[in-house]
Nanobody, 124 residues
Framework: QVQLVESGGGSVQPGDTLRLSCTAS????????VAWFREVPGQRREALSC????????IFLDSVKDRFTISSDGAKTTVYLQISNLRREDTALYSC?????????????????WGQGTQVTVSS
């Protein structure tokens, strides 16, 4: 079972930029479709973005398309989610997850392994 580790979160001010990282403890992510989600207690988990096994990059959430960018390093050992112009409403626990699907999906049930998440808190 692949184990995922997220990093890069923190307490930031509105307008800042963060780059979140998702790595696998023992495996490359090359053979997985990797997605980012976020969750706020009491609210529904949101699918944010995904990079598929075939290299397709998708931003699921229309409201963040101009601020969120997904990427990976050349060997796909790490998948990044860059968030620019952070807003208070971006405050959430951000998690990455992997599936064996060839294509991206915004359904959390398609993903078989999840990291513990990295907290992003935006406040002034």
């Amino acid at each position: 079972q692949v184990q995922l580790v997220e990093s890069g979160g923190g307490s930031v001010q509105p307008g800042d930029t963060l780059r979140l990282s998702c790595t696998a403890s023992e495996y490359t992510l090359e053979f997985y479709t990797v997605a980012w989600f976020r969750e706020v207690p009491g609210q529904r988990r949101e699918a944010l973005s995904c990079v598929s096994r075939g290299g397709q990059q998708v931003i699921f959430l229309d409201s963040v398309k101009d601020r969120f960018t997904i990427s990976s390093d050349g060997a796909k050992t790490t998948v990044y989610l860059q968030i620019s112009n952070l807003r208070r409403e971006d405050t959430a626990l951000y998690s990455c997850a992997v599936s064996n699907d060839w294509l991206c999906s915004d359904l959390a049930t398609r993903y078989k392994a999840w990291g513990q998440g990295t907290q992003v808190t935006v406040s002034s």
